[in-house]
């Protein structure tokens, strides 16, 4: 995939952004338009115009895991019948809507269930974070030595979502003209790791790691510009600019899987004002 523009490409980003443009829709109306069960190039697509709604649902979180689950559960998650979380660190996302939890046990990775979720207030209340309590590992998804291709796919769908923001951010300020270039380079690194991902490739989790620190950097940059030019405009805490700057600091402050699994650091939720409380 690359970023020059091509009409099934062009016909999918207009087909979210519609799906997208009213409401949050359920996780039904997601896998209905055939949005899972997709190769990364394309849902880096899906994964930009999430970022940019600012979508409330366990997009992400299931799309990382949905090509390692068993073939059974992959049809249910491509119905619209099941959404999917992992429990691979103390903070754990979605888990107020992701209907199956994964969790790592040894060599493998389990579906965990009869755990408690505990749902935390924290700066972005479209993308929350939960942590579970308890439970048992009911049985086997995958095998362990998948997790840092799991992350590699993380990492890419964090990237797209921040250059969603980035772009949406650049729109409320009415600055998406001269942010162009930028915008469509953070597009093109993106697609190139979705791609070497997709691949297997040996540069595959270098090129994740680089588009998703380009990506929020982005992100990061365009929201605290955007803040700036609306001035008192934006003051308000439920301003639509002041939104999306909470969720590039999510981005940017995610002890992400990825970078885990990969053997990165980030700053943890916490630091730098991402913060949350029970």
Do not use: K, N, Y
């Not at 709604?53 to 990382?64: D, E, G, I, N, V």
């Not at 993380?154 to 921040?162: H, I, R």
């Not at 993106?190 to 620190?213: I, W, Y």
């Amino acid at each position: 995939m690359t970023d020059e523009p091509s009409e099934p490409t062009d016909a999918l980003r207009r087909a979210a952004r519609e799906l997208l443009a009213d409401a949050a829709p359920e996780w039904t109306t997601l896998a209905e338009a055939g949005w899972l069960g997709l190769g990364l190039a394309v849902e880096a697509v899906l994964h930009e115009e999430a970022g940019a709604a600012l979508l409330h649902a366990p997009f992400w979180s299931t799309a990382r895991l949905a090509p390692f689950l068993p073939s059974a559960d992959l049809r249910r998650v491509v119905a619209g019948e099941a959404s999917w979380t992992v429990a691979d660190g103390p903070l754990v996302p979605h888990l107020d809507s992701a209907t199956h939890v994964a969790v790592l046990g040894g060599d493998t990775v389990w579906e965990l269930v009869g755990a408690d979720r505990e749902i935390l207030a924290c700066i972005d209340e479209t993308r929350p974070l939960g942590v579970v309590l308890g439970g048992d590992a009911a049985r086997p998804l995958f095998a362990s030595e998948e997790l840092p291709w799991v992350g590699a796919r993380s990492l890419v769908a964090l990237a797209s979502e921040a250059v969603g923001v980035a772009r949406r951010a650049a729109e409320v300020a009415a600055a998406a003209g001269a942010l162009a270039t930028a915008l469509a380079a953070a597009r093109a690194t993106v697609a190139a790791a979705a791609d070497a991902v997709d691949a297997r490739a040996a540069d595959a989790h270098a090129a994740a790691r680089e588009a998703r620190r380009s990506s929020v950097q982005l992100a990061l940059a365009t929201t605290a510009a955007t803040l700036r030019a609306l001035g008192d405009e934006a003051a308000t805490w439920e301003h639509h600019a002041q939104r999306l700057r909470r969720r590039a600091i999510w981005l940017g402050a995610w002890d992400a899987p990825g970078e885990r699994l990969l053997g990165g650091s980030v700053p943890r939720l916490g630091e730098g004002g991402a913060r949350c409380r029970g």
